[in-house]
């Protein structure tokens, strides 16, 4: 059984809890992280849920995500969801989330992470994910016009491509011109 905390409109934990699988009241939301790993090469990390999992059956999706438990923070959940889920163990501890999306039960904090993995050490959670690969963004956006990719918008796929190196909205041609030295 899995509990988590109840946040309000303004995100902050009311004090109150909620059972994983039970509705929430009007004006309640939770917290839910996804992190999106990047190679140097400008891929993503990519998973294929296990073909038994309740959603989203056997649909490739991006790296990790998963809901914050009881008292985690947003940085606690997503280095949690990622040892569980992918076996790898990454400080985020002073990270912040590139992208917060909210949706109607709550908010989804997004990290974009470049680091080189060996998908031959990660240890998958037979509970959860069956496969990973690396993937570029036109064969993620591929897989979402075919459906074996969860459909995300693909302008939001595309985003996290394009902002993966970078933090706020702007483009910052400064960045770009130093990256290249």
């Known amino acids: 059984m899995e509990f988590w905390d109840v946040y309000d409109v303004d995100r902050k934990k009311t004090g109150r809890t909620w059972q994983r699988g039970t509705r929430l009241e009007t004006g309640d939301y939770h917290l839910v992280i ?47 969801e990622l040892e569980e889920e992918i076996g790898l163990k990454l400080d985020l501890a002073q990270t912040r989330p590139h992208l917060t999306v909210n949706f109607d039960e709550g908010f989804d904090d997004i990290y974009l992470v470049e680091t080189e993995v060996d998908l031959n050490r990660l240890t998958l959670q037979e509970s959860e994910v069956q496969a990973v690969q690396w993937a570029d963004e036109a064969t993620i956006l591929e897989r979402i016009q075919e459906g074996t990719f ?32």
């Open 34 to 80: 996804h992190v999106c790993i990047f190679n140097k090469d400008g891929q993503m990390l990519i998973q294929q849920r296990q073909p038994f999992k309740d959603g989203w059956a056997n649909m490739w999706d991006i790296t990790v995500g998963g809901s914050a438990t009881v008292g985690d923070t947003s940085q606690q959940a997503a280095m949690r």
């Open 150 to 181: 969860i459909p995300y918008y693909e302008s939001m796929i595309s985003l996290l491509f394009s902002m993966r190196k970078q933090w706020g909205a702007i483009y910052s041609y400064e960045k770009k011109e130093s990256s290249r030295a």
